[in-house]
């Protein structure tokens, strides 16, 4: 047996290299194959993970407001106002609606300033940003930026309907959710 293995060293070596390369290549491929997966499409577009946790945690951030004696949304509900919250931001960006970064520093001052006092200092403000929503303030900041990018679009679409705004947004909504062809991924089992 050692004789063979010393007479076939090369070949036995170039085997295993071989056959490590090809592992490699196989698991690299399909990392970058999951990689690329998204949670789902929207107007014929892939979402990326990114976005759809940005949307996510942004609904959760600045629900609706609660009526007496409602109970907190369900995880169907969150995932719900997710997607739209997606096909507005994506037609919002669209439209080319832009935020200013003093909008983004009002609102946040004004959230901010709920049940307690104004003029937070940088430091301050990074704390209250981590203690009270678990993000880091860059991220925070983005959040509201959507936030206030979806409410100009809202706002701009109820100034343009001249009878019944609120009818005609309902109606503007369903359809833009109907062209937005929302396709939802179900993940592997």
């Not at 070596?13 to 090809?22: C, I």
């Not at 990392?31 to 959760?60: C, M």
């Amino acid at each position: 047996m050692l004789k063979f293995l010393r007479k076939n060293t090369k070949v036995i070596v170039w085997t295993v290299v071989v056959a490590f390369v090809a592992w490699g290549g196989y698991a690299v491929s399909v990392q970058f194959e999951e990689a690329s997966r998204s949670p789902g499409r929207i107007f014929g577009k892939e979402v990326s993970f990114q976005e759809y946790l940005l949307a996510n945690r942004t609904v959760q951030i600045f629900p609706p407001v609660p009526q007496p004696g409602q109970e907190p949304p369900s995880a169907d509900e969150v995932e719900a106002r997710t997607w739209e919250f997606l096909v507005l931001s994506r037609e919002a960006k669209r439209r080319k609606i832009a935020v200013t970064d003093e909008e983004v520093r009002q609102e946040i001052e004004r959230f901010a300033g709920e049940g307690r006092e104004t003029g937070l200092t940088r430091e301050q403000y990074f704390q209250w940003v981590r203690a009270a929503f678990r993000e880091e303030p860059r991220e925070f900041e983005r959040q509201v930026r959507e936030h206030l990018r979806i409410r100009k679009l809202l706002t701009q679409v109820r100034q343009k309907m001249e009878t019944e705004p609120e009818e005609s947004l309902k109606r503007w909504l369903l359809e833009l959710f109907r062209e937005a062809q929302i396709k939802t991924y179900n993940p592997p089992s």
